[in-house]
T-cell receptor, first 107, second 116 residues
């Protein structure tokens, strides 16, 4: 059974600081990963995907993938109150989601 | 990003009736679509994978005769909740996969179903 695990949080980060979200996965065969953001009562929104070891940057977001250690992370720089949401990571197959991490940016 | 629509966005129905939810990929062709269900404060649970022109693949514990899925075209998949009961009340979300090989997946806005 493929699993993707995240700390459910909540993770509280001061506005302007860096928020770090982590995800571990069980299937070494997973090739790529996706980070989604979900606001309460809304459907998930794709933020980033990553399929190569290392870092991938897009604006304030940086995704990091370490296949040897089987984890993927998302860094949010200069955190804003609008970043407060649940962040979901998912692998590349059926998009099995972790439970998500609730992020709360403190103004 | 790509656009996926769902209709209706909200529906209230009486127990025992059936409800159909449509999922459309508006600006790309989706050979694969997924249906999820999400209860309050819980994670998304994959219900089934829908492939155009073939039968849907249901996840363990999901009744295929109760949740009928039809993927009639490359841009449309439907989920019909048959003989709905109050415990079927939930947020139903579809997603569509774009691309071959490496792909991206986009979600519809969701349908909130309330069964009274």
């Amino acid at each position: 059974q493929k699993e993707v695990e995240q700390n459910s949080g909540p993770l509280s980060v001061p506005e302007g600081a860096i928020a770090s979200l982590n995800c571990t996965y069980s299937d070494r065969g997973s090739q790529s990963f996706f980070w989604y953001r979900q606001y309460s009562g809304k459907s998930p929104e794709l933020i980033m995907f990553i399929y190569s070891n290392g870092d991938k940057e897009d604006g304030r977001f940086t995704a990091q993938l370490n296949k040897a250690s089987q984890y993927v992370s998302l860094l949010i720089r200069d955190s804003q109150p609008s970043d407060s949401a649940t962040y979901l990571c998912a692998d590349d197959d059926k998009i099995i989601f972790g439970k998500g991490t609730r992020l709360h940016i403190l103004p | 990003g790509a656009v996926v629509s769902q209709h209706p966005s909200r529906v209230i129905c009486k127990s025992g009736t059936s409800v159909k939810i449509e999922c459309r990929s508006l600006d790309f062709q989706a050979t694969t679509m997924f249906w999820y269900r999400q209860f309050p404060k819980q994670s998304l649970m994959l219900m089934a994978t829908s492939n155009e022109g073939s039968k849907a693949t249901y996840e363990q514990g999901v009744e295929k005769d109760k949740f009928l899925i039809n993927h009639a075209s490359l841009t449309l998949s439907t989920l019909t909740v048959t003989s709905a009961h109050p415990e079927d009340s939930s947020f139903y979300i579809c997603s569509a996969r774009r691309g071959q090989g490496f792909y991206e997946q986009y979600f519809g806005p969701g349908t909130r179903l309330t069964v009274t």
